[in-house]
């Protein structure tokens, strides 16, 4: 499947382009399904969730060209194979290293005085 588009589309921009044919800045499924049809791409309506899911980022029902752009952030190309089990990992250990940091930063946050707070020794204090 890839092959097919990285012939067709040199960068990511044009690819994404393709799909967002009503030129909103984000594409849905069905957009996405026309434009394989389009590419006369045929596979099986899991291979299509697997690869939607992929896009589909953070489960909005669309893509935007910053979830599209991260298939291959490094050289602007589409990328000739994905791993999908492995995409998967890495997005789900980037998502619990967010998590964990945002913790860690409340619970740092929580233990320190608010600003503009100040603690005043007691009086009672020698």
Not at 3 to 13: L, P
Not at 98 to 109: F, N, P, T, Y
Request: glycine share 4%.
């Amino acid at each position: 499947m890839w092959s097919k588009i990285f012939e067709r589309f040199r960068t990511t921009s044009a690819a994404f382009r393709f799909f967002d044919y009503h030129a909103k800045g984000k594409f849905k499924k069905a957009d996405f399904m026309l434009g394989c049809e389009k590419l006369r791409l045929r596979f099986s309506a899991s291979d299509l969730d697997q690869v939607w899911n992929y896009f589909d980022i953070n489960k909005r029902g669309f893509v935007t060209f910053n979830d599209f752009s991260l298939l291959d952030s490094t050289n602007n190309r589409l990328p000739r194979m994905i791993d999908f089990e492995t995409i998967a990992s890495e997005r789900k250990a980037e998502r619990d290293r967010i998590a964990k940091d945002l913790i860690d930063s409340i619970s740092r946050s929580s233990e320190q005085p608010a600003f503009g707070v100040v603690t005043l020794p007691s009086e009672n204090m020698g």
